[in-house]
């Protein structure tokens, strides 16, 4: 079940939360307006995206389940929309500026940062331009430098279409310590302009798995062979020459 939190406009990163979506779960309760495999009602906060900045004056529930605005991408029985609710479960008008969504994910306690790596693979949508970040973000005054992605491009909007993104993590990228790794996956959502207007955030992620790292291509002995035998003849170039 889904808890309401009294949301604290704030900046920065938090310790590993015990409410963490597990990694082998994060496929259909790691979207948006998710809790299990059951959609949240509308007007319901969805807990798993935390609110973790947003402009200072903003006192709506920017994380709540809100029914889609005119030209957002439509719901499904697998997501729902997330943004500032004003009126029974509909998006609200919103100061603009930045707004941060994190999503914790905790990776299984066998994970071997050495050995192993995530892939998380899924698709977004934003009201306006959105910024995927993975452990750190940064906000529009550093020009969201270290971002991963983000959905300008997006036809016809960045809320009337998707945007894919497929992530394969470094061990710089985890927080925690062994058996209790996890990651901060971060969403920054711009609300451009000077007047107020509704934010959203749509995610749905269509694949996470643990992988062995790719280990170096070891050359065959034939690529040996003619790099040896290159080499020979270049210093029997070199003898002739002195």
Avoid: C
């Avoid at 949301?7 to 990163?13: A, F, N, S, V, Y």
Wanted: proline share 6%; hydrophobic share 40%; charged share 15%.
């Amino acid at each position: 079940m889904k808890r309401f939190w009294m949301l604290i406009p704030t900046i920065g990163l938090a310790a590993v939360s015990p409410a963490a979506v597990l990694f082998g779960n994060l496929v259909k309760d790691g979207n948006t307006g998710m809790d299990g495999s059951s959609l949240i009602n509308y007007s319901n906060a969805d807990d798993d995206w935390v609110l973790v900045a947003r402009p200072s004056g903003q006192t709506q529930l920017e994380h709540a389940v809100v029914r889609p605005a005119s030209g957002w991408l439509a719901d499904s029985p697998d997501y729902r929309w997330i943004g500032a609710e004003s009126l029974r479960g509909n998006p609200g008008s919103d100061l603009p500026g930045d707004y941060v969504y994190r999503l914790q994910i905790a990776l299984p306690g066998t994970f071997d940062p050495g050995t192993e790596e995530a892939r998380i693979q899924g698709r977004f949508a934003s009201d306006n331009v959105g910024y995927l970040f993975l452990k750190s973000y940064s906000l529009a005054g550093s020009g969201y430098a270290g971002s991963l992605l983000n959905n300008a491009g997006a036809s016809p909007s960045t809320a009337g279409a998707w945007t894919t993104f497929d992530l394969t993590t470094t061990p710089a990228q985890l927080s925690g310590s062994a058996g209790n790794y996890s990651l901060d996956l971060f969403f920054v959502v711009n609300n451009a302009g000077t007047a107020n207007s509704n934010v959203g955030l749509l995610v749905e992620f269509t694949d996470a798995r643990i992988q062995s790292i790719p280990s170096e291509p070891v050359p065959e002995p034939a690529t040996l062979a003619l790099g040896a035998g290159a080499l020979g003849a270049a210093l029997a170039r070199r003898r002739r020459r002195s």
